[in-house]
């Protein structure tokens, strides 16, 4: 019987990426999305009966509840939660109003802690789980104007941590990957001059692919000996 993933912010940049990778290990993936529609429905339409799209903000707790309910009504069981969904909201801190903190952690964080909740009695049912969270480079080294991203982050792997000390004794496994520079949309903003920037600071003189993350997560999918860890493929900014 195909394994069953439900991976959320899933139609673009690294959510993509990891869907397009589960698929391609025979797993079935439910796509999370909130705005995307055109999207997602490509998305179907690329990878046919091995997934399907469900449109919800992860950073609410009744349509959380309701991918998870979709998720089993089509699949029939979830063995796999991958918690990719998030924004960031670039400025100084000062400039920090409640609503972005707020937005932010909630989109972030909040959202890891809801949809956990909500998988977990199937987990604890099956006697088994995998839970890989998405954070970043800043929840380990922090980044200046991104101080509430980066709490959301630091947060995300702190979690994974105690979650897995938990949830260890009922085989559930939880990691996060938590990458380096990306291209992905959400770093669409940086100039040319930004991303030589990068690369100059980049041991391996290159910023990443959202394949690069999806091959992790596909790793730490059938990895059953590995629990508890932020792993950061970063080229070597970070180390």
């Known amino acids: 019987m195909s394994r069953v993933a439900i991976v959320t912010g899933a139609t673009r940049g690294i959510g993509k990426s990891i869907c397009y990778e589960l698929v391609k290990k025979g797993i079935k993936v439910v796509v999370n999305y909130r705005k ?28 959380v509840k309701g991918l998870v309910d979709f998720t089993l009504k089509e699949f029939g069981n979830i063995d796999i939660l991958v918690n990719n969904a998030g924004i960031d909201q670039e400025g100084m801190f000062q400039d920090i109003t409640d609503e972005i903190w707020n937005n932010v952690i909630n989109v972030n964080l909040y959202s890891v ?23 970043s480079i800043y929840g380990i080294s922090g ?29 559930i496994r939880v990691n996060s990957v938590a990458p380096g520079c990306i291209n992905t949309d959400m770093n669409s903003y940086l100039s040319e001059a930004d991303w030589k920037q990068v690369i100059e600071e980049t041991p391996l003189r290159k910023v990443g692919e959202g394949i690069d993350i999806a091959r992790c997560v596909s790793w730490l999918v059938d990895d059953e000996f590995t629990t508890g860890q932020v792993i950061s493929p970063n080229g070597g900014i970070v180390i």
Not at 113 to 135: R, Y
């Open 143 to 171: 980044g200046a104007c991104a101080v509430a991203y980066s709490a959301s982050k630091a947060g995300i792997d702190g979690m994974t941590k105690a979650l897995a000390k938990e949830l260890g004794p009922s085989n």
């Open 36 to 63: 995307s529609d055109d999207l997602a429905s490509k998305i179907q339409e690329e990878l046919g009966d091995m997934v399907r799209i469900y449109k919800a903000d992860v950073s609410k707790r009744n349509e």
């Open 113 to 135: 802690f809801c949809l956990t909740q909500e998988v977990l009695p199937t987990f604890l049912k099956n006697k088994s789980g995998c839970i890989i969270n998405i954070s």
